[in-house]
């Protein structure tokens, strides 16, 4: 199995790549996020590389970085999502974007992904909630996004006041933890709700 490729960019189409490696040329299909990182062409690149191998074909799927590689087979776990969606949804949606999205339970993020309809993003988010914590949610949520992602309190208020002003649930919920990071465990729900408001007018 090949698990990462060192070579030089031969050839950038829109959602693939040709790596030359040795005299040897691999197609690689990338996100859009990849795509848009990658050098020209005849510059040297690294890509983390998943392999599917299957009875008609093997497909390699490249990726810049290891968290969108992480990402990658995390949402592949998910029935309905095979390699093309979640390369769809990484297309959309950087790591970062997807935590925020998830511990939010923001269906509406997920689903702007093209093949990604409401039903689908629903599952997405509810699975990958419990079993994400290995890349950056789990227990370690609040440590990482400022916010529990299920339950009361002053945190879920701030965001859901947010998200009744028309802001986005993922905006919102990274804008409190963001503004909760700056005033404490003990901040009132009205200081969170203006601090967030100041990070979203940033």
Known sequence: MIA?????VELLGEDR???EVGGIGYLVFCSART???????RV????????HVREDHIHLYGFIDSAE????????TVQGVGARVALAILSAMGPDDLVRAIASGDKAAVSQANGVGSKLAGRIVAELKDKAGGIALGPSVRT???IAPSGGGVDADAVSALVNLGYGRSEAFAAVARAGG????????????RAGLEELSQ
């Open 35 to 41: 795509m848009g990182r990658l050098p020209g062409d």
């Open 44 to 51: 040297p690149v690294q890509l983390h590389i998943e392999t």
């Open 4 to 8: 990462r490729l060192s070579g030089i």
């Open 69 to 76: 590689h992480e990402w990658f087979r995390l949402l592949t």
């Open 182 to 193: 700056r005033l404490g465990d003990e901040a009132p729900l009205a200081a969170l709700i």
């Open 144 to 146: 990482v996004t400022g």
């Open 17 to 19: 790549v040709i790596v």
